[in-house]
């Protein structure tokens, strides 16, 4: 097999918890369909965007790959096999195997535990033996690969010492010990200043180039995700709406919403009259999902089949997926 | 008013007292802002450009005071005016929406009612005339005038961004600022929001400083930019003249580290280093020790001033260009 | 090991910076002073100033201060002097270990409870609530009613009643600190329910639960000197409350013999506010606003 996942119609819902009347007597439930029936298969060796707005279920799927949450339905495979999350000897393997970059380098490392604890934690944890001065050597060739350097010098310092660029280092360290072959990025830099992200997302290009490690990299900056990945999928309530090589979709996308996400990204020094496309109204709640496809209400192009029928994820040309039932009118 | 700048700013000081020392969060800013003129204050984390927003609005933490410098309003000078003094002034002239202030409303409150108290804190209308006036805005901001009576958990993200610029604009005031007015939104709100900026910049008259770290929007909404760092600024011009011209080497690093998707796939660029410590600042200027374009000790050693460097306006404090100006 | 070596520094240091804030903080610093001088006072003391309590009727009855007995002596002739000096020990010895029963037991539960969630959660909390709500008094003097009044069991029954208002603190902060990200990463290297209760959130519970057993040490304090000034203590072992007891049992309040009573009951008061102040005061050091994150 040439994917390090495989999702095959997965669904993750969530219960909202209401008054005790409306649960207990009234039985009435209120479900999110986080994430809504998606196929996507992420290649070895390749670093994956899921881009989408909030609500759109993308960081919900990068949990639920990673067993943080459960899935309602569907398949899940690692590496060519379902994740068996009963099992403590195959999870122990998983969590080596598959790693998570958070989101907020302030809340994201215990502010109790020092440098070298964080990043060795994992060591520990997978049971993997190695002596004192192995343990630290290890350490230092983590930190200094995720660019603290020299590592020695960050091994005793806590998080509150650090700035959210080193702290986001740190995280990166943690996954790298243990030389995964699947990281999960959830919006790693969108907490950092700009000038500092370039830096991480760079470790994220060379840790695919020379360790052969996949990504799954979910962002809301469709430029972010242009710029290091190799495709891009873009996720709107709960569904993947176009998938496909990132320079198409940054350049050439087929999808209604994916056009109007890429008109309006917001460039600096832009001196094209560029046509925006800006869509009225907000993302539906997520627990009334609009009939047909999820997006003919805010939809520029929509037709009477769309309110209707939900159209599904199909190849319009070789490794370029979209859904929807007139990408033909779309150039 | 015979002069066309409704603020100026000259030399601003603004330092916070904490039990190490004094930090000097802005330390000599300086800029003029016209009657209708959008101007964006950029930068980065710990640059200043929050505070010399408070400070114009005198809502600086306790600790925080106002060193040196002179900030005049309408002419008016209010730099060292008291909370008193302020209080007519604050929301009636000069009205700042907050970052994240989406959660700034208060839950319990109607919207409507919100709005209607702030412009009653102020003028003395009637209930009636209040309620009028904030429909009136509501259509402005595109807001749905049924929802008017709804409660802050009703409005998503970006109907409650639009309900606190209502709010800001509820007494018609001659300045607002803006601080990340876009950050935390999805980016169809931000386009919303930026279409919804750029109409209020065409139908009023209101002069607006927008702060932001986000350099791609400032493009968009603002006539102007301050690009500020380590409590100073930098470089200050027209967009045109700061992005497609820019002379400050932070300048050139800022724009770099924004991708540009309608080019080559070009990787970006970060800044190595830190921000320098405003505790106890060094000598010089403060981008040296992280600066690619150095020309010596001189930029060690001495701190740069503000100088013209042709374009409208347009001013850089590095020496690079000293001697270069005009 | 050089990495312990630095280890140790860097925890050196941490904790030489936090007994420069806590110096700073006058209330703290008069609460530390107090206890000091009362533990002096209960371990030194004996060493500095004999007394026995078998032994009776060495001065007068209920006798005001004299050259042999600075504090007067009490219906058994014996020195109110000594008895404060023993007893302090005594009063000490039981709030300190009924202390660290209380908060042990409180602790583990909150941040098992805190932690479980759900209906386990739910059913503890109402556990708890129960034994909060028993009027505790009535329930510890039933208790040692029933155990017997040996000093062992005085500390088991405090113990065992004093635990509520910890667990219902630590369960609150459990719960949020388990929302923060970091607890997310925990599980996702594989740490497993027991790991993330004591490795991860008792050291970010732990500050709070600190400050807390100090105050609850104030609190044993105080019941246990009530218990034995009604009489559940153990009449053979000399403590404040006994001599409180003493004083009230034998009409010297009605007398005026303050010298019984006064300087018991002072000590009473002022070990309690050693405590709270200690309390208060790390409360406000490790409070929140002083973190810099």
């Given at each position: 097999?040439?994917?390090?996942?495989?999702?095959?119609?997965?669904?993750?819902?969530?219960?909202?918890?209401?008054?005790?009347?409306?649960?207990?007597?009234?039985r009435?439930?209120?479900?999110?369909?986080?994430?809504?029936?998606?196929?996507?298969?992420?290649?070895?060796?390749?670093?994956?965007?899921?881009?989408?707005?909030?609500?759109?279920?993308?960081?919900?799927?990068?949990?639920?790959?990673?067993?943080?949450?459960?899935?309602?339905?569907?398949?899940?495979l690692?590496?060519?096999?379902?994740?068996?999350?009963?099992?403590?000897?195959?999870?122990?393997?998983?969590?080596?195997?598959?790693?998570?970059?958070?989101?907020?380098?302030?809340?994201?490392?215990?502010?109790?535990?020092?440098?070298i604890?964080?990043?060795?934690?994992?060591?520990?944890l997978?049971?993997?033996?190695?002596?004192?001065?192995?343990?630290i050597?290890?350490?230092?060739?983590?930190?200094?690969?995720?660019?603290?350097r020299?590592?020695?010098?960050?091994l005793?310092?806590?998080?509150?010492?650090?700035?959210?660029?080193?702290?986001?280092?740190?995280?990166?360290?943690?996954?790298?010990?243990?030389?995964?072959?699947?990281?999960?990025?959830?919006?790693?830099?969108?907490?950092?200043?700009?000038?500092?992200?370039?830096?991480?997302?760079?470790?994220?290009?060379e840790?695919?180039q020379?360790?052969?490690?996949?990504?799954?990299?979910?962002?809301?900056?469709?430029?972010?995700?242009?710029?290091?990945?190799?495709?891009?999928a873009?996720?709107?309530?709960?569904?993947?709406?176009?998938?496909?090589?990132a320079?198409?979709?940054?350049?050439?996308c087929?999808?209604?919403?994916?056009?109007?996400?890429?008109?309006?990204?917001?460039?600096?020094g832009?001196?094209?009259?560029?046509?925006?496309?800006?869509?009225?109204?907000?993302?539906?709640?997520?627990?009334?999902?609009?009939?047909?496809?999820?997006?003919?209400?805010?939809?520029?192009?929509?037709?009477?089949?769309?309110?209707?029928?939900?159209p599904?994820?199909?190849?319009?040309?070789?490794?370029?997926?979209?859904?929807?039932?007139?990408?033909?009118?779309?150039? | 008013?015979?002069?066309?700048?409704?603020?100026?700013?000259?030399?601003?000081?603004?330092y916070?007292?904490?039990?190490?020392?004094?930090?000097?969060?802005?330390?000599?800013?300086?800029?003029?802002?016209?009657?209708?003129?959008?101007?964006?204050?950029?930068?980065?984390?710990?640059?200043?450009?929050?505070?010399?927003?408070?400070?114009?609005?005198?809502?600086?933490?306790?600790?925080?005071?106002?060193?040196?410098?002179?900030?005049?309003?309408?002419?008016?000078?209010?730099?060292?005016?008291?909370?008193?003094?302020?209080?007519?002034?604050?929301?009636?002239?000069?009205?700042?929406?907050?970052?994240?202030?989406?959660?700034?409303?208060?839950?319990?409150?109607?919207?409507?009612?919100?709005?209607?108290?702030?412009?009653?804190?102020?003028?003395?209308?009637?209930?009636k005339?209040?309620?009028?006036?904030?429909?009136?805005?509501?259509?402005?901001?595109?807001?749905?005038?049924?929802?008017?009576?709804?409660?802050?958990?009703?409005?998503?993200g970006?109907?409650?961004?639009?309900?606190?610029?209502?709010?800001?604009?509820a007494?018609?005031?001659?300045?607002?600022?803006?601080?990340?007015?876009t950050?935390?939104?999805?980016?169809?709100?931000?386009?919303?929001?930026?279409?919804?900026?750029?109409?209020?910049?065409?139908?009023?008259?209101?002069?607006?400083?927008?702060?932001?770290?986000?350099?791609?929007?400032?493009?968009?909404?603002?006539?102007?930019?301050?690009?500020?760092?380590?409590?100073?600024?930098?470089?200050?011009?027209?967009?045109?003249?700061?992005?497609?011209?820019?002379?400050h080497?932070?300048?050139?690093?800022?724009?770099?580290?924004?991708?540009?998707?309608?080019?080559?796939?070009?990787?970006?660029?970060?800044?190595?280093?830190?921000?320098?410590?405003?505790?106890?600042?060094?000598?010089?200027?403060?981008?040296?020790?992280?600066?690619h374009?150095?020309?010596?000790?001189?930029?060690?050693?001495?701190?740069?001033?503000?100088?013209?460097?042709?374009?409208?306006?347009?001013?850089?404090?590095?020496?690079?260009?000293?001697?270069?100006?005009? | 090991?050089?990495s312990?070596?630095?280890?140790?520094?860097?925890?050196?240091?941490?904790?030489?910076?936090?007994?420069?804030?806590?110096?700073?903080?006058?209330?703290?610093?008069?609460?530390?002073?107090?206890?000091?001088f009362?533990?002096?006072?209960?371990?030194?003391?004996?060493?500095?100033?004999?007394?026995?309590?078998?032994?009776?009727?060495?001065?007068?009855?209920?006798?005001?201060?004299?050259?042999?007995?600075?504090?007067?002596?009490?219906?058994?002739?014996?020195?109110?002097?000594?008895?404060?000096?023993?007893?302090?020990?005594?009063?000490?010895?039981?709030?300190?270990?009924?202390?660290?029963?209380?908060?042990?037991i409180?602790?583990?539960?909150?941040?098992?409870?805190?932690?479980?969630?759900?209906?386990?959660?739910?059913?503890?909390?109402?556990?708890?609530?129960?034994?909060?709500?028993?009027?505790?008094?009535?329930?510890i003097?039933?208790?040692?009613?029933?155990?017997?009044?040996?000093?062992?069991?005085?500390?088991?029954?405090?113990?065992?009643?004093?635990?509520?208002?910890?667990?219902?603190?630590?369960?609150?902060?459990?719960?949020?600190?388990?929302?923060?990200?970091?607890?997310?990463?925990?599980v996702?290297?594989?740490?497993?329910?027991?790991?993330?209760?004591?490795?991860?959130?008792?050291?970010?519970?732990?500050?709070?639960?600190?400050?807390?057993?100090?105050?609850?040490?104030?609190?044993?304090?105080?019941?246990?000197?009530?218990?034995?000034?009604?009489?559940?203590?153990?009449?053979?072992?000399?403590?404040?409350?006994?001599?409180?007891?003493?004083?009230?049992?034998?009409?010297?309040?009605?007398?005026?013999?303050?010298?019984?009573?006064?300087?018991?009951?002072?000590?009473?008061?002022?070990?309690?506010?050693?405590?709270?102040?200690?309390?208060?005061?790390?409360?406000?050091?490790?409070?929140?606003?002083?973190?810099?994150?």
């Amino acid at each position: 097999m040439s994917s390090i996942v495989d999702l095959k119609q997965l669904k993750v819902n969530f219960q909202i918890r209401q008054g005790f009347i409306k649960e207990v007597i009234k039985r009435e439930k209120k479900i999110v369909k986080a994430v809504d029936n998606i196929d996507l298969s992420i290649k070895k060796g390749e670093i994956l965007s899921l881009v989408g707005e909030s609500g759109s279920g993308k960081t919900t799927t990068g949990r639920a790959i990673l067993q943080l949450v459960e899935k309602t339905d569907g398949e899940i495979l690692f590496d060519g096999k379902e994740i068996n999350n009963k099992s403590n000897g195959y999870m122990k393997n998983f969590r080596k195997r598959a790693q998570m970059i958070f989101q907020d380098p302030y809340q994201s490392l215990n502010p109790k535990f020092m440098v070298i604890d964080i990043v060795a934690e994992p060591l520990q944890l997978m049971k993997i033996k190695v002596s004192e001065e192995e343990k630290i050597d290890k350490v230092v060739k983590a930190l200094e690969f995720a660019g603290l350097r020299p590592g020695k010098d960050y091994l005793y310092r806590y998080p509150h010492e650090l700035s959210g660029g080193q702290r986001q280092r740190v995280s990166i360290a943690t996954c790298f010990i243990v030389s995964p072959d699947f990281i999960v990025a959830d919006e790693p830099v969108s907490m950092l200043d700009a000038s500092v992200r370039a830096d991480i997302i760079k470790l994220f290009v060379e840790m695919k180039q020379k360790k052969n490690i996949s990504f799954l990299f979910i962002t809301h900056d469709l430029s972010l995700s242009w710029l290091i990945s190799d495709r891009i999928a873009i996720m709107y309530l709960g569904k993947i709406v176009e998938l496909g090589k990132a320079d198409l979709i940054a350049g050439a996308c087929r999808h209604p919403y994916s056009q109007a996400l890429t008109s309006v990204l917001a460039v600096v020094g832009d001196r094209r009259k560029r046509k925006r496309i800006v869509l009225e109204g907000e993302i539906p709640s997520p627990i009334n999902t609009p009939s047909g496809c999820r997006f003919h209400t805010r939809c520029p192009l929509v037709k009477e089949k769309c309110k209707i029928e939900e159209p599904k994820l199909r190849e319009i040309e070789e490794e370029h997926y979209v859904a929807c039932h007139y990408p033909e009118i779309i150039k | 008013m015979k002069n066309e700048n409704i603020l100026e700013v000259s030399n601003l000081k603004t330092y916070f007292k904490i039990k190490e020392g004094i930090v000097k969060a802005v330390d000599g800013v300086s800029f003029s802002l016209k009657k209708g003129e959008s101007l964006g204050l950029v930068g980065e984390s710990g640059c200043g450009k929050t505070t010399t927003a408070l400070s114009i609005i005198k809502l600086l933490a306790d600790n925080g005071y106002i060193e040196d410098g002179k900030i005049l309003f309408k002419e008016k000078d209010i730099t060292k005016m008291t909370e008193s003094e302020m209080l007519p002034i604050r929301w009636k002239d000069i009205s700042i929406i907050f970052q994240g202030s989406m959660n700034a409303l208060n839950p319990v409150m109607r919207v409507s009612d919100q709005i209607v108290e702030a412009i009653q804190l102020h003028e003395n209308i009637s209930d009636k005339e209040a309620r009028e006036r904030v429909t009136k805005l509501l259509e402005l901001v595109n807001l749905d005038t049924g929802l008017i009576d709804s409660y802050p958990h009703e409005f998503s993200g970006g109907m409650r961004q639009r309900a606190m610029i209502t709010m800001a604009l509820a007494c018609n005031p001659g300045l607002i600022i803006g601080d990340e007015p876009t950050t935390a939104l999805d980016l169809m709100v931000q386009a919303q929001i930026i279409d919804l900026i750029n109409d209020l910049r065409k139908k009023l008259d209101t002069s607006m400083i927008i702060i932001t770290h986000d350099l791609s929007i400032i493009t968009e909404i603002c006539d102007r930019i301050a690009v500020m760092y380590a409590g100073k600024i930098a470089e200050i011009g027209t967009v045109q003249d700061v992005i497609f011209n820019y002379k400050h080497p932070y300048t050139e690093k800022l724009i770099k580290a924004f991708p540009n998707i309608y080019r080559e796939r070009e990787m970006v660029e970060s800044i190595p280093g830190f921000p320098p410590n405003l505790l106890d600042p060094q000598k010089g200027c403060l981008f040296a020790d992280r600066c690619h374009k150095k020309i010596g000790e001189i930029c060690e050693k001495v701190d740069p001033n503000l100088i013209k460097v042709g374009g409208k306006n347009h001013m850089v404090a590095c020496h690079l260009w000293e001697g270069k100006d005009e | 090991m050089s990495s312990n070596i630095n280890r140790k520094k860097v925890m050196k240091k941490g904790i030489i910076r936090f007994i420069d804030i806590f110096k700073e903080n006058k209330m703290g610093v008069l609460g530390f002073y107090i206890i000091v001088f009362f533990l002096l006072v209960a371990f030194v003391g004996p060493l500095i100033y004999s007394y026995n309590p078998q032994e009776f009727a060495k001065g007068g009855l209920i006798a005001p201060p004299t050259k042999g007995f600075p504090l007067g002596t009490d219906d058994m002739g014996r020195s109110i002097l000594g008895a404060l000096i023993y007893g302090a020990k005594v009063s000490l010895m039981i709030g300190i270990f009924a202390t660290l029963i209380s908060v042990f037991i409180g602790t583990f539960i909150g941040i098992v409870s805190g932690f479980a969630g759900g209906k386990f959660d739910s059913v503890l909390m109402r556990i708890t609530d129960g034994f909060m709500v028993l009027p505790k008094l009535p329930l510890i003097m039933i208790l040692a009613a029933l155990l017997g009044s040996s000093t062992r069991n005085i500390i088991i029954v405090l113990g065992l009643t004093g635990w509520t208002g910890t667990t219902r603190l630590v369960r609150s902060q459990t719960l949020s600190v388990k929302q923060r990200p970091f607890i997310e990463r925990a599980v996702s290297v594989g740490a497993g329910k027991g790991y993330i209760m004591f490795r991860h959130i008792l050291p970010n519970v732990f500050p709070l639960v600190f400050s807390n057993t100090i105050l609850v040490a104030a609190g044993a304090i105080l019941t246990e000197t009530t218990l034995s000034f009604l009489g559940l203590g153990n009449p053979l072992v000399p403590s404040w409350g006994q001599i409180l007891r003493g004083a009230f049992t034998s009409g010297a309040v009605s007398i005026g013999a303050w010298w019984y009573f006064v300087p018991a009951g002072l000590c009473v008061i002022l070990l309690v506010l050693g405590f709270t102040l200690l309390g208060y005061s790390f409360d406000e050091i490790l409070n929140p606003k002083l973190r810099r994150y």
